[in-house]
């Protein structure tokens, strides 16, 4: 009796193992679907395609303990991630080439300074470096290789004509200083970048000749490379880990896959045995003629058994060992991990609020406007030329968001603000100011002669055809509009522009009001 007893405790204390296994195993697993949770929320944004498949991941770890079905899932991840940063490279290396392009062209040209030469040579030099980029700096990049090309153009054009047309030569280096203006309000750096963007930009408040601008031009696009050689290595840096962190998890869920399948054969080899030991044990002891042989069966039986079970708890306690090795190792990744994203993450947000470019209409923002205002007005008491400063404000706006949503307003606003954008010049300026509020800048233009253009531009609004629900809805926008004066400051001027739109929404919207 006893003996069953003993055998009983035994095979009972065998579950107990068994089922504490299987909770370590669950709660592995939930700081595996913890891990890619987390790590979602750390990609989110990167890459669409990444969010997708973190996702997936996130599901199929949320059904449940099944490990054959994950690793396609962290191998297509991982894939997936080598896809992103062969796409980084591609980027680079049009990049690299257009610039290569625009500075050899320019090297042939005859005449050029030795110092510009000089700079031009290093910067092939660098721009032929193994230098990989990030693509929000490429239209930058392709916008300053435009200018590059005009401005040479313009140094041929001149060569021919030989200075013979002061005016137009005029004309072109404005133009050149303009867009160069435009380009670098838009370009937001930190430290010595953002010093020497801001001391090509006061340069530029005189008038240059071409080689000036050309100078002005080589400088920045050599700043834009530096920063842009700042930026790959962090982004890049991060993808690395990333990558890393994915393959380790892979590889630990490899092994334990491994690992558990080989134990669970062993396992089920020892479960065979201790029960062909049993079912023995019954039929050898119905058998016995005496006690004494009796005794001699059970004793015999039992160390086999009692091996049996150890080796069993041997196996358990080695698996538990190896997945709780794992589980570390994976903890210590995350760990590494997230303290390199919140790094990185830390520089992403730096950077949108160092941006100067409103998300949604694509348009500049507020900080953008503040920088050009403040040169502008600097332009305007230097010169002397007029300088035209006006406000529009979308009219009844809060009325489409209430009837038809807010995304419905969302585009609206994207819509208006292409339509005012296409109907400036280059070196207008325009803004989103706050809300459906937008901020227009004319420069060396008299507010008399800003009476047409802006009534031009109320009715092209007014003409969209907006449908919504199946509704055509009229849209309609107000201006104020005034013009420097001489001892104006920045915030006068202003406040003019506002009270002359607020005229305007008195006097019945769909209205440009001017002010004095
Ligand atoms: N959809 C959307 N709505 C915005 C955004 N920014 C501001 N708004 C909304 O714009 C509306 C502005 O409303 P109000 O300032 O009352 O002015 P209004 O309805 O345009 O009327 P008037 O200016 O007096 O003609 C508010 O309802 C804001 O919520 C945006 O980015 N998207």
Redesign the pocket.
């Known amino acids: 009796m006893d003996t069953e007893n003993n055998l009983k405790q035994q095979l009972s204390a065998a579950l107990k193992a068994r089922k504490q296994l299987e909770d370590t195993y669950e709660g592995q697993f939930k700081i595996l679907t913890q891990f890619v949770s987390r790590l979602s929320l750390v990609c989110k944004g990167i890459d669409i395609e990444l969010d997708n498949k973190l996702a997936k991941l996130r599901v199929e770890l949320g059904k449940g303990v099944d490990l054959e079905k994950v690793l396609p899932l962290v191998d297509g991840t991982t894939e997936h991630l080598k896809v992103l940063e062969s796409k980084q490279h591609q980027d680079v290396k049009r990049a690299q080439q257009s610039l290569t392009v625009a500075g050899k062209l320019l090297q042939k040209q005859r005449g050029l300074p030795d110092q510009l030469r000089r700079d031009l040579r290093d910067l092939l030099n660098r721009v032929d470096e193994p230098t990989p980029s990030v693509q929000a700096f490429l239209p930058h990049l392709t916008h300053l290789t435009e200018l590059y090309q005009l401005a040479l153009n313009a140094k041929q054009n001149m060569a021919i004509e030989e200075l013979s047309d002061a005016t137009r030569y005029e004309a072109i280096c404005r133009q050149i200083s303009v867009e160069l203006t435009n380009l670098l309000s838009e370009l937001a750096f930190e430290g010595q970048y953002a010093k020497s963007i801001e001391s090509i930009r006061l340069s530029l408040l005189s008038e240059l000749g071409i080689e000036k601008l050309l100078e002005a031009c080589l400088h920045t696009i050599e700043i834009i490379i530096s920063s842009i050689n700042d930026e790959r290595q962090s982004a890049q840096h991060f993808l690395l880990k990333l990558n890393e962190a994915l393959t380790s998890v892979q590889q630990s869920l490899v092994s334990s896959l491994n690992t558990s399948n080989n134990i669970k054969e062993k396992m089920q080899l020892l479960n065979q045995q201790i029960e062909r030991q049993i079912e023995l044990l019954g039929q050898e002891t119905k058998s016995a003629t005496s006690l004494e042989q009796l005794q001699l069966m059970v004793s015999d039986k039992l160390g086999a058994i009692t091996s049996s079970l150890k080796d069993k708890e041997a196996l358990e306690r080695q698996e538990r060992q190896l997945l709780l090795q794992a589980v570390q190792q994976m903890d210590a990744r995350l760990k590494e991990l997230e303290e390199e994203a919140s790094q990185f993450k830390k520089r992403l947000a730096e950077q949108k609020f160092r941006s100067l470019q409103d998300s949604?209409t694509e348009l500049p923002n507020r900080a953008a406007f503040d920088e050009r205002y403040e040169l502008e007005v600097k332009r305007f008491k230097r010169s002397g030329k007029p300088l035209a400063i006006v406000l529009g404000?979308?009219?009844?706006?809060?009325?489409?968001?209430?009837s038809y949503g807010?995304?419905?307003?969302?585009k609206?606003?994207k819509v208006i603000a292409k339509a005012l954008k296409q109907s400036l010049r280059d070196t207008d300026f325009i803004a989103r100011y706050?809300?459906?509020e937008f901020i227009l800048l004319f420069p060396e233009t008299a507010m008399e002669d800003l009476s047409v253009p802006l009534n031009a531009i109320r009715e092209k609004i007014k003409r969209i055809p907006f449908k919504f629900k199946d509704t055509n809805v009229p849209i309609t926008i107000?201006f104020g509009a005034t013009e420097l004066r001489g001892a104006d400051t920045n915030r006068e001027a202003f406040d003019r522009a506002d009270e002359a739109l607020y005229e305007a929404?008195r006097n019945g919207?769909d209205k440009v009001v001017f002010k004095k």
């Open positions: 949604l404000d979308v009219d009844h706006f809060k009325n489409i968001n209430d807010h995304s419905a307003g969302d609206t606003l706050g809300g459906e107000s929404k919207r």
